[in-house]
């Protein structure tokens, strides 16, 4: 089973654009489970500069992960951005 975990903070603009890119990913791929988690919940203490963040299992074992706006694009994340090709290299 494929699990792709966003961790995130609602005070973080690239968070909410994120969370509209898991809905996207998550029609496209029916058969992936799309969780997410506020940071301050499941990591205690997790630094913002690391928001978004991103992790991908596979039958439990981490794959993948993305730290960081740098990750997404920085500061030029869209919909068209390197999130999305590298969630799709990943899902694929």
Do not use: W
């Amino acid at each position: 089973m494929l699990l792709v975990t966003s961790v995130y903070a609602y005070s973080i603009p690239a968070c909410k654009l994120m969370e509209q890119f898991f809905y996207e990913l998550a029609a496209k791929f029916p058969a992936v489970k799309f969780l997410k988690s506020v940071s301050s919940v499941c990591i205690p203490d997790y630094p913002d500069r690391n928001l978004p963040t991103v992790f991908v299992y596979c039958d439990g074992e981490l794959r993948k992960q993305f730290v960081g706006p740098a990750e997404f694009g920085g500061s030029s994340l869209s919909q068209d951005g390197q999130y999305i090709s590298h969630l799709f290299n990943v899902l694929a």
